[in-house]
């Protein structure tokens, strides 16, 4: 009988960050002024070893959870499903509609994310997303995932992803 046995390998490096500019929505009326963090990210996924004496090879997820936070770093990440902001673009730039305000940013400064809120617990699982639609799972016989962001010491929220 094959070995059922997972083994978890755990990604966590000081380079897996991105700095980018954000504010939490709390109500159709209150929200955090705009500020910034240095987002972290680390990863860990289980799988069978393979007869190689490896699960997969960990250099190719970590290229890819960098290339992943790249796209994300020095930006304004604002949320394109919250149902208490609207966003136009009008000549080169983002319009931020939030209740009686009009926040406009460049548009080359912004990115527009598929999330309800720009919080920690909306991009782990865009983020884990992202990663799981980049791995070969399949080909690999990974059988968990489970990304966490933190937007400061301490304060990190995870999603994770397993096979059925
Ligand atoms: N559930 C969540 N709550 C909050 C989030 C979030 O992502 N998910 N984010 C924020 C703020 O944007 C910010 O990240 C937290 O600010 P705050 O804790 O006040 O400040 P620090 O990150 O600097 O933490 P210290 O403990 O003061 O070092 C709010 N809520």
Redesign the pocket.
């Known amino acids: 009988m094959a070995d059922q046995t997972l083994t978890r390998i755990e990604i966590s490096k000081d380079y897996l960050n991105f700095s980018a500019g ?1 504010f ?1 929505i709390f109500s159709a009326s209150e929200r ?1 002024n705009l500020h910034g ?1 240095n987002f972290q990210v680390r990863c860990s996924v289980s799988a069978h070893v393979g007869a190689d004496g490896m699960a997969f090879d960990y250099v190719v997820l970590k290229r890819i959870l960098r290339e992943l936070c790249d796209a994300l770093d020095e930006r304004v990440l604002l949320p394109e499903l919250s149902p208490h902001l609207r966003l136009e673009h009008q000549e080169g730039q983002v319009i931020a509609l939030f209740a009686d305000e009009r926040i406009g940013f460049l548009e080359r400064d912004v990115l527009l994310l598929p999330v309800r809120n720009v ?3 909306e991009l782990a699982p865009l983020l884990l997303t992202r990663l799981r639609d980049r791995i070969e799972i399949a080909d690999r016989g990974i059988r968990c995932m489970e990304l966490g962001v933190s ?2 010491a301490g ?1 990190w ?1 995870y999603a994770c992803w397993e096979s059925d």
């Open positions: 954000h939490t955090e963090h919080t920690i617990e937007s400061g304060q929220a």
